[in-house]
Structures are given as C-alpha cells and as structure tokens.
C-alpha cells in the first residue's frame, strides 16, 4: 500500500499509519466512519483499508477456505455446499459461502435435501442463440436464486475453448471460438454479478479434456495460447469483471496452473490488471510458497488437498520471511476487493434463505433452451409439425419422462423433481455425478400442443418394434442421447446403446423421420443422409421438454447456431480420443490431488499442434469441411442478404441489408469474419442476432473486434498490423454471402 493511500485513509479516520508496521496491527473499530466504509473509494482502497485493520490471524484465515462434505470444522451458517470462508464480522467482511453454478445452484447428489433450484440448458445452448442477453438473463437467474439460498460466490463462468470433442465439460463451456466464448462468458459474469454476489471465471487455463485432468501437461506455444484460450478469458475478464478467477488442475509448460507465475502474475496480474483474487479449483494446490509467490490468492476446498497448504504452512512460511508478509496482506486485498467491487460487502447476503419466483425463472430457463437449439437438418420442410399431424410416434432418450442433464458439479436438483436418477458404480466421477433427467417430458408437451393427434411413445430398446411403430406414424422422432460429466471423457462420438441403429431402422421404416439429439457436445452422424429431420437440442434444462416441443411445431423459431464443429469422421480431430498412459488409471488420477505421499504425480503430457487454430480454423487450415461447420444453423424462414458494403481504415467491418422472404418471423444471425495479413484462417470478429418479421428489412452493422484482428508478438504485444484484409460477411464459418479487401490502419492494442 502506498505512503498516498496510508496518510488519505488516516485522515478518512481509518487506519492509522503506524497500524501499517511490520507488528501485528492493532484491531481498528468498525465504525461507520471507517474508509473501508466509503463507497466513494475504489474497492481496491476500501480493501486496502481493511487488510491494514485486520490481524495476521484474521488474514491468514481469509485465504483457505473448507469444503463442507469433508471439513471437520463446523460452523452454524454452514451447509452442505462447495465451500466456506469464515468471515470477520468485526469488520463487516463477510463469510463466503459458495456454491457450484455452471447452469443453476448446484446439489449434485443432494447434500441439501429438498433443495431444488432452476436449471439452465447446457452452457452451449446458450452459446448457441448467439445472444448476449440470453447469457445476462441466465447469469441474472441463477444470481438470484444463489443470493435467496444465502449464497454469494458462484463458481460459474466457465470459458474453456472446446478443442477436444471428447471432453466431459464441453456442454459447461461455451464452444470452440474465443470471442464468442469471451462475450457470452461476460454476460453471464455481469448477470451473476448484478446480484452483488461474487462470481468467478473459469478454469484458467487449458481445462480442455477430462482424462488425467490433475496430471496433464498443457503444452502449447505461446503466441497460439494467448491468441486463443487466453484471449477468451481476456475478453470475458474485460466484459465481465469477475470478483474472481479460478485456476485449472493442470500443468500449463511443466507448471501447475494453481502456481504458475507466468499466468497468475506476468500475464493476469502485469498485462491485465486483474484487480480481483484467483481462487484454486478443489484440489488443485500443490505447494505453499512456490503457489503462493506465483499468484494463487486462497486455497479452495482444503480437505481435497494433499495437504492445507495455506493453513500452518502458510502461517510459518510468512513468520519465517519465505512468503513476505505484504504478499499475505496483497492476497487478502484481493479477495476483499474482488468482494468490495461485486457489491457483496455492502449488500451482504440474507441470513436465512428467501422465497424465489421458480416459475419467472423457469421461464428463463426456457427461452435459453428455445433459442440455442439447432435445426441442422430439414428435408422437405419436414419440420415445423403440422398441428394437423395425427399419428406421431416419440422413440427412445426416454422422452416419456423428462430430458437429460449433464453431470458433475454443474448438476442442478431441479424444481420438479427427477424422474430418472442412476448413481454410477465406476470411473472418476461416480463419488459426485448421477446419470439424471430433468422432469420436462417431450411426450407431454407434445400431447399438450397437439391435443388431436394420436402421440405414443416407444422405448427405442427393441429396433425393430420401434421400426414397426414409425412405419404407420406421419412422423417419427427419435430422441437420441449421450450422457457426459466432469471428471470423465466421452468413451466415444458414437451415441452409446445401440441408438445409430435404432435410427437407421426407423428412418428405413418412416421418410419422415426427426432426430432429437441430446448431447454434451458433437456427435458422429452415420444415418446423416437417411434421416428427414435433425435438432440439436443440447441439454436443454428443466423446460427442455417444452422448448424442445415449442420449435419442432414452430411455435417458436428454430433460431440457435452451432458454437463448435460437428466433424465427419474422428480422423478429421488434431488427437485421438484421450487415453491415460500406460500404468495410470483414473483413480490413480484423482488420488494425485488427495491422496496420501509426497511424490508429485509423473506428469502426463497432451501436445495442442493445431494452435490457435481452434475448432473451424482447424479445418480451414487443413482444407476439410466439417459436417456441420461452427455458426450453421437452419431457420424456418428465408433471409435474403444483399447490399453488403465493407470498411477499412482505423475501425473495420460491414454492413449488410438483411429482408425476410419468407411467410414467418425469424432470426438471422449474419456472421464477420478476418483474415490479416499473416494468412492464417478467417476469424469471427463479429456477429448480431436480429428477429425480423416476413417482409421486413434492416441494415445489420458488424465491426471487426480489433482484439480478433490483433496478433501477439513476443516483445511487443499486441498489434493490429496494417495492410490488406480479407473481411467476410457469411451465414457460418464456411458459407459467405460476401467478401472483399479492405486496408486496415494499424493500431497497437496492448504494448507489453
């Protein structure tokens, strides 16, 4: 803290200078006069007020915090959650009570029994309505029904680029491009955060695969690293300004990402600014004063450690000198900061819970659903279902019951109640994850739309009867679905159980067949030309089975576009599915974070050769076309895209005069690509998301984001390089409407 800021608090009637010794400091009076008080202060000042008032106990206890399933410690206010900070109500600086939030409050296997809460569809749902508001509305949902349970850190924003298809978290992330990604995970941040409660931003950084998770080693280069997953976190950090952010369990270039100097201080801390704290992911400490030197700020989860590194360790390497004691004072100055600035400190959180709306929120919920899911197929306008329709036949994905849920610590216990729920014998997340649905039956919400027709529903076990059932159906749809989780990869792209063949079946047995795909991610599609039909619909949340309903009768537009790649074939990927090495298991994976003994775990490393060249670009480089490329997605209207003009200079991009010619409403969602001068791939640099009614008009400006044009050069930092650059106006990553030259003006955007 600087001699400025001492003398102005003092004169505040704060602390007094001489409270700023190397001695313990004295207690300060929490008065209403206090600096720490003065909304007009930045959070920063107000925090620094604070450290300077707290004792060395009160500080090293801020700084590591119980997970709650396993502490022995036991506190009055704490209940079975992720987490528990106790706070110093002295000082008015509150405990921390946080809870998992991917898509909603979290209580995995019902720690909390009886409490439910709201669940979103899968982050790449609402990636893909390629909607900002839709993100801030979800974020604001599941805020306030985080601060109403009494919670007021949420470990939500997760922005990890999808570049293994196979990853168990990808229906948590929002897809494979950074300014998508970026925007969308800010959004979100605000939304949470406008609840003044803190949220995170997550899992910095390379979180890309489940498989050997706490023993991987990220290699990449440097240049491709920051023009990709560290550019999405970049973007979502200056969007979003989360209280916190969260490091990963992996090594990134032979260093854990919970103590990696590198990411915590050159880049987050000196190039950023990042005024917040990082927050290690539950199990993801490894060290006390090389974590602790590096940048980690608070020690998460302690019981999930080998050991509670920023317990007594801590304490005795700061009474030793080995961690200075300003370092200590500077961790708890960001957490407090990252509390003061989300409103948490003056506003805390109720002390008993409070009634929430389920209802509004369920409606949330269902927008999310209703705009991210993708029509990606429809031959013969087989869709939207005809409210004349009289025989329709449901098949499989137990679409009698509910929709399905990812798994891990993003699962909800949803209003409603759970239909189907199967606890797992085996792998790395059976301690936390249950196979579970959501409580919104397709079958009922087609019967309720369409009271007139005969709907029945099959089990899809048995092909042939499913077959039998299509064939006299006007339409069948199949609800196909691959269950994924944290902790565990998909063991293939091939939906599981036999379902390609129950599809082929129908689809031989009935033209007019609809698939309904109900996955964490992209698929492999070998009935891709038999089927009529084909619906992304994600993991669509607790109001899946009504959204899902609402667009295939088009009671709603089918408006969502694809936020990742759907590839042809597993040999189109830059690696095969992740396989432990020889003589590691998953156990042995997870005991590396909790287990007993010193030895580090042998490191596992996992080589990303295509770059920054994530997702679409990896297939434009290589000259291959997916199946279904990043932005695709199909509308029940047509757009007529015309008049496209584009411009160069110190601010570039297009616009473009978009008309619905077609006899409904609709959404378009026109695209902007970049290509520089270095010849790398097109980039998305810009998108809208635009509903126009049948016949109307509207001219759609699209700047180029100068973060998406900027390249990063070791020495200099970030430049936008002038010269020749190729701007695209298109429908997805591969499909332009229009393109041309434009000379860009150069620009440095961030000098190192």
Known sequence: MSFKLVLALALLGGVAPAALSA????????????????????????????VAAMTRAEKLRYVHGLFPPMTKERHADMIPSAGYVP?????????????????????????????????????LATAASFDPAIAFAGGAMIGAEARAKTFNVLLAGGVNLTRDAWNGRNFEYLGEDPLLAGLMAAESIRGVQSNHIVSTVKHYVLNAQETGRNILDAQIDEKALRESDLLAFRIAIDGGRPGSVMCSYNRIGGDWACENRFLLTDVLRGEWDYPGFVMSDWGGVH????????????????????????????ADAVAAGRVPAARLDTMVERI?????????????????????????????????????????????????????????VLIGGHADVGVLSGGGSSQVRSVGGVPIEIPLTEGAAASFARLTYHNSSPLRAIRALAPNADVRFVDGRDPAAAAAAARDADVAIVFATQWQTEAQDAPSLSLPDGQDALIAAVAKANPKSVVVLETGGPVLMPWVGDVAGI?????????????????LFGAIEASGRLPLSFPRSIAQLPRPRPVLPPGMT?????????????????????????GADVGYRWYAARGERALFPFGYGLSYTRFRFADVRFTGGAHPGASVAVTNIGARAGVAVPQLYAKGPDGTPLRLAGFRRVTLAPGQTTRIALAADPRILARWTAGRGWAVAPGRYRLAVATDATREVAGGDVTVAGVVVAPR
């Open 23 to 50: 001695r313990e400091p004295a207690r300060a009076s929490a008065r209403p006069g206090a600096a720490w008080r003065d909304t007009r202060l930045p959070a920063a000042d107000r925090a620094g007020a604070l």
């Open 586 to 610: 998953a156990l042995s994976d997870a005991a590396s974070n909790a287990g007993s003994g010193d030895a580090a775990p042998l490191p596992y490393p996992v080589a990303y050769r295509e």
């Open 87 to 123: 706070g110093v109500p002295r000082l008015g600086i509150p405990t921390l009570r946080e809870s998992d939030a991917s898509l909603g409050v979290a209580n995995q296997v019902e720690q909390r029994k009886g409490d439910t809460a709201t669940a979103l569809p899968a982050s």
């Open 287 to 314: 060290s006390t004063e090389k974590a602790a030197l590096a940048g980690l700020d608070q020690e998460s989860g302690q019981e999930l450690d080998k050991a509670i590194y920023f317990g007594q360790p801590l």
């Open 535 to 551: 619906v992304q619909a994600w993991y669509p949340g607790q109001r899946g089975g009504e959204a899902i309903t609402r667009v």
């Open 336 to 392: 407090l900061t990252g509390v003061i600035a989300s409103g948490l400190y003056d506003r805390p959180t109720p002390a008993r819970a409070q009634p929430i709306d389920y209802a509004a929120h369920a409606d949330v919920a269902q927008r999310a659903a209703e705009a991210g899911i993708v029509l990606l197929k429809n031959d013969r306008d087989v869709l939207p279902l005809a409210r004349t329709a009289r025989r329709i």
